[in-house]
């Protein structure tokens, strides 16, 4: 009998990114889990402003994150070039737990992975507690990797 390729159920997965360790595990095993699923990958972050915040507040947050995640992004994107994955880096300012929801439904997101935890000097994505909520409210599987 022939073998069948069966399809992935994986077709976009959303990696929550910080920069800290246990992102950079996130994104090792969302890499690994989209080169075999042949899955986009889609590397978010997110910036949380000061409450209240005004425009100029979140314009200079937005910058201030750029430069901090665009050093990891350019690695992680060496790293999906050699693993042959199709990969997009985003970074919004906002509520982590929120903006990770609201994307992964507005981006049809298969998949979400997440660090178990957070730790960034920046302060961005605190992931301890986001994990947990976007666990129990996403619409799509979440991985909480440690």
């Known amino acids: 009998m022939p073998h069948r390729r069966c399809d992935s159920i994986f077709k976009k997965i959303l990696v929550g990114y910080d920069g800290s360790k246990y992102s950079e595990h996130a994104v090792s095993v969302a890499l690994n889990l989209a080169h075999c699923s042949d899955a986009k990958l889609l590397v978010f972050a997110v910036a949380r402003p000061p409450e209240p915040a005004t425009r100029v507040e979140v314009d200079a947050m937005l910058d201030d994150a750029r430069e901090h995640f665009e050093e990891g992004f350019?690695?992680?994107?060496?790293?999906?070039?050699?693993?042959?994955?199709?990969?997009?880096?985003?970074?919004?300012?906002?509520?982590?737990?929120?903006?990770?929801?609201?994307?992964?439904?507005?981006?049809?997101?298969?998949?979400?992975?997440?660090?178990?935890?957070?730790?960034?000097?920046?302060?961005?994505?605190?992931?301890?507690?986001?994990?947990?909520?976007?666990?129990?409210?996403?619409?799509?599987?979440?991985?909480?990797?440690?």
Do not use: W, Y
């Open 74 to 146: 350019k690695q992680i994107r060496a790293r999906a070039l050699e693993a042959e994955v199709e990969i997009e880096t985003e970074i919004v300012v906002g509520h982590p737990t929120e903006q990770i929801i609201h994307r992964a439904e507005t981006g049809k997101v298969d998949l979400v992975i997440l660090g178990h935890r957070g730790v960034s000097g920046f302060k961005v994505f605190k992931i301890g507690s986001t994990s947990d909520k976007v666990l129990r409210h996403a619409h799509c599987p979440v991985m909480i990797v440690r």
